[in-house]
């Protein structure tokens, strides 16, 4: 054995992260790890550039990226002036991830039009499910009887509004192992995009649930970033729990997550204002993710300590950063990672929360008394 070397059980388990010794002779394979030297027993030896490697191979694998993406950035040398062929090479592949996810996306709509029934709908979804065993499409007129098909299904539609708690059950993962809360939420947050993937990006700290509904109960303060956001809140619950909502970026033009991300940085009134949020409050950030960031400086520092942390901001790099880095805060969070987010969302997550703790009231009687 030579000296300084590891065997391949011992480098996984300086790599960690789930790594094994099958995937690191798949990844030799794939040409990702290079052929190691073999002892005079004939055992893989790895050196510390190997260990290098693999970390590098993992922790970009853990962020997404697919195997043979992973191939081409870790050919590339650092200080090699071809960035922008990699670049291109990337956006190539970019393309052809989007493609598979809209040809995906084309078969997840189709089971989604016959899984997502109410059970006004399931006779006639039975039925189009023994059709379709039988239908013989070679001909102009087979085609034509699964267009008809489709159409018996979709008239349904017209005999009754949809029960769309009834039509999430055939569609959502199983979330047995959250609580009501959380399922209620997750269920909300689907409903408001009309997209069943989500779940899997929707992150809760733990102690979130306990946490909002402490500070809802004490009639915390509710900050948002923007007045879109506002809008979107369920106010009759909000004002009967006694909480105030205070919106950073207190300007009625400002309706997009690009105007509000431009305003937050170019007037620094609203961010002192950030900075002068109660304890205890809850933050909710829809659009802006330099909001977030500030958020997350803020409460690295001490400067403010809030209750929860609601993070829905939209963007393709600055908000996934910010989202990351709140994950990482000790601050109860309810987020949705990577790019995905928006006011809407992020106000679907505070109602559902606030819908938790009490039941809407039959009148608007607590808004008039806000403004009298």
């Given at each position: 054995?030579?000296?300084?070397?590891?065997?391949?059980?011992?480098?996984?388990?300086?790599v960690g992260?789930?790594?094994?010794?099958?995937?690191v002779?798949?990844?030799?394979?794939?040409?990702?790890?290079?052929?190691?030297?073999?002892?005079?027993?004939n055992y893989?030896?790895?050196?510390?550039?190997?260990?290098?490697?693999?970390?590098?191979?993992?922790?970009?694998?853990?962020q997404?990226?697919?195997?043979?993406?992973?191939?081409?950035?870790?050919?590339?040398?650092?200080?090699?002036?071809?960035?922008v062929?990699?670049m291109?090479?990337?956006?190539?592949?970019?393309?052809?991830?989007?493609?598979q996810?809209?040809?995906?996306?084309?078969?997840?709509?189709?089971?989604?039009?016959?899984?997502?029934?109410?059970?006004?709908?399931?006779?006639?979804?039975?039925e189009v499910?023994?059709?379709?065993?039988?239908?013989?499409?070679?001909?102009?007129?087979g085609?034509?009887g699964?267009?008809?098909?489709?159409?018996?299904l979709?008239?349904e539609?017209?005999?009754?509004?949809?029960?769309?708690?009834?039509?999430?059950?055939?569609?959502?993962?199983?979330?047995?192992?959250?609580?009501e809360?959380?399922?209620?939420?997750?269920?909300?947050?689907?409903?408001?995009?009309?997209?069943?993937?989500?779940?899997?990006?929707?992150?809760?700290?733990?102690?979130?649930?306990?946490?909002?509904?402490?500070?809802?109960?004490?009639?915390?303060?509710?900050?948002?970033?923007?007045?879109?956001?506002?809008?979107?809140?369920?106010?009759?619950?909000?004002?009967?729990?006694?909480?105030?909502?205070?919106?950073?970026?207190?300007?009625p033009?400002?309706?997009?997550?690009?105007?509000?991300e431009?305003?937050?940085?170019?007037?620094?009134?609203?961010?002192?204002k950030?900075?002068q949020?109660?304890?205890?409050?809850?933050?909710?950030?829809?659009?802006?993710?330099?909001?977030?960031?500030?958020?997350?400086e803020?409460?690295?520092?001490?400067?403010?300590?809030?209750?929860?942390?609601?993070?829905?901001?939209?963007?393709?790099?600055?908000?996934?950063?910010?989202?990351?880095?709140l994950?990482q805060q000790?601050?109860p969070?309810?987020?949705?990672?990577?790019?995905?987010g928006?006011?809407?969302?992020?106000?679907?997550?505070l109602?559902?929360?606030?819908e938790?703790?009490?039941?809407?009231?039959?009148c608007?009687?607590?808004?008039?008394?806000?403004?009298?």
């Amino acid at each position: 054995m030579n000296a300084g070397c590891l065997t391949i059980k011992e480098l996984t388990d300086a790599v960690g992260g789930g790594l094994t010794p099958r995937m690191v002779r798949h990844y030799h394979q794939l040409g990702l790890l290079p052929q190691p030297v073999r002892s005079q027993s004939n055992y893989r030896l790895y050196t510390k550039k190997d260990v290098l490697r693999l970390q590098r191979i993992v922790a970009l694998k853990q962020q997404g990226f697919q195997l043979n993406h992973i191939r081409n950035i870790l050919e590339v040398e650092p200080e090699a002036d071809t960035t922008v062929n990699l670049m291109g090479q990337l956006q190539l592949q970019y393309r052809a991830v989007m493609q598979q996810i809209s040809q995906l996306r084309q078969t997840a709509s189709a089971l989604e039009g016959l899984l997502g029934r109410d059970r006004h709908c399931q006779i006639m979804q039975a039925e189009v499910l023994a059709q379709l065993k039988l239908l013989d499409v070679e001909t102009q007129a087979g085609l034509g009887g699964l267009e008809n098909l489709w159409s018996g299904l979709d008239a349904e539609i017209h005999t009754h509004s949809e029960a769309f708690s009834e039509s999430l059950q055939g569609l959502l993962p199983d979330l047995s192992n959250r609580s009501e809360i959380e399922q209620h939420l997750i269920s909300q947050l689907v409903l408001a995009c009309g997209d069943v993937s989500l779940v899997s990006f929707v992150k809760l700290s733990r102690g979130a649930i306990a946490a909002s509904r402490e500070a809802l109960s004490s009639s915390c303060q509710i900050v948002v970033d923007t007045q879109t956001v506002a809008a979107a809140l369920d106010q009759t619950r909000l004002l009967h729990l006694g909480c105030h909502i205070e919106t950073l970026i207190d300007n009625p033009h400002i309706t997009t997550a690009t105007e509000a991300e431009v305003a937050f940085w170019q007037h620094r009134e609203w961010r002192d204002k950030m900075l002068q949020v109660s304890n205890g409050c809850i933050l909710v950030v829809g659009y802006a993710p330099s909001v977030l960031v500030e958020v997350c400086e803020a409460i690295t520092n001490q400067k403010i300590q809030p209750a929860l942390i609601i993070a829905m901001p939209i963007g393709f790099s600055h908000a996934p950063a910010a989202k990351r880095q709140l994950m990482q805060q000790q601050i109860p969070f309810i987020t949705v990672a990577g790019t995905l987010g928006g006011g809407a969302l992020a106000a679907t997550a505070l109602n559902a929360l606030v819908e938790s703790l009490i039941d809407k009231p039959d009148c608007h009687c607590y808004l008039n008394q806000s403004n009298s």
